[in-house]
C-alpha cells in the first residue's frame, strides 16, 4: 500500500551537492522509520541515513558532517541532502521504510524505492 518514489539523483563533481527526494504515497500511519541506502557496484548495500518517528537521526561514520536526513510529514516526503560529495559516495541511493505489523499485514514490512543514481567525478 505504501509506495516509495525516489528523485535527485545526478552528476556532479566533487565538492558538489545533491538534494535527494522520496515521496511516499498511501496510508503511513503505521511506518516508523524512514532511511536511505545506497549501494555501489561489487559492493553491500549500507545504511547511509535514518530517521524515526519522532526525528531521532543516525548516519554511516563516511557521511557524518556532510549529509543531513530530514522529512516533512505533511508533504510524506523524505529528503537527503549530501554536501561535499566525493567520489566514494558514488552509488545507486534507495529510500526506505519500515512499517509494523498491522491487522492487514500481521509482519513488519521493508518498503523500497526504485533507486536514483548518484555519481560523483570530475
Same mark, same amino acid.
Given at each position: 500500500?505504501?509506495?516509495?518514489?525516489?528523485?535527485?539523483?545526478?552528476?556532479?563533481?566533487?565538492?558538489?551537492?545533491?538534494?535527494?527526494?522520496?515521496? #511516499?504515497?498511501?496510508?503511513?500511519?503505521?511506518?516508523?522509520?524512514?532511511?536511505? $541506502?545506497?549501494? #555501489?557496484?561489487?559492493?553491500?548495500?549500507?545504511?547511509? #541515513?535514518?530517521?524515526?518517528?519522532?526525528?531521532?537521526?543516525? $548516519?554511516?561514520?563516511?557521511?557524518?558532517?556532510?549529509?543531513?536526513?530530514?522529512?516533512?510529514? #505533511?508533504?510524506?516526503?523524505?529528503?537527503? &541532502?549530501?554536501?561535499?560529495?566525493?567520489? &566514494?559516495?558514488?552509488?545507486?541511493?534507495?529510500?526506505?521504510?519500515?512499517?509494523?505489523?498491522?491487522?492487514?499485514?500481521?509482519?513488519?514490512? &521493508?518498503?523500497?524505492?526504485?533507486?536514483?543514481?548518484?555519481?560523483?567525478?570530475?
Amino acid at each position: 500500500q505504501v509506495h516509495l518514489v525516489e528523485s535527485g539523483g545526478d552528476l556532479v563533481q566533487p565538492g558538489g551537492s545533491l538534494r535527494l527526494t522520496c515521496v #511516499a504515497s498511501g496510508n503511513m500511519y503505521s511506518v516508523v522509520s524512514m532511511a536511505w $541506502y545506497r549501494q #555501489a557496484p561489487g559492493r553491500q548495500r549500507e545504511l547511509v #541515513a535514518g530517521i524515526s518517528n519522532r526525528d531521532v537521526a543516525n $548516519y554511516v561514520d563516511s557521511v557524518k558532517g556532510r549529509f543531513t536526513i530530514s522529512k516533512n510529514n #505533511a508533504k510524506d516526503t523524505l529528503y537527503l &541532502e549530501m554536501n561535499n560529495l566525493k567520489p &566514494e559516495d558514488t552509488a545507486v541511493y534507495y529510500c526506505y521504510a519500515l512499517e509494523v505489523p498491522t491487522r492487514d499485514r500481521p509482519y513488519e514490512s &521493508e518498503i523500497w524505492g526504485q533507486g536514483t543514481q548518484v555519481t560523483v567525478s570530475s
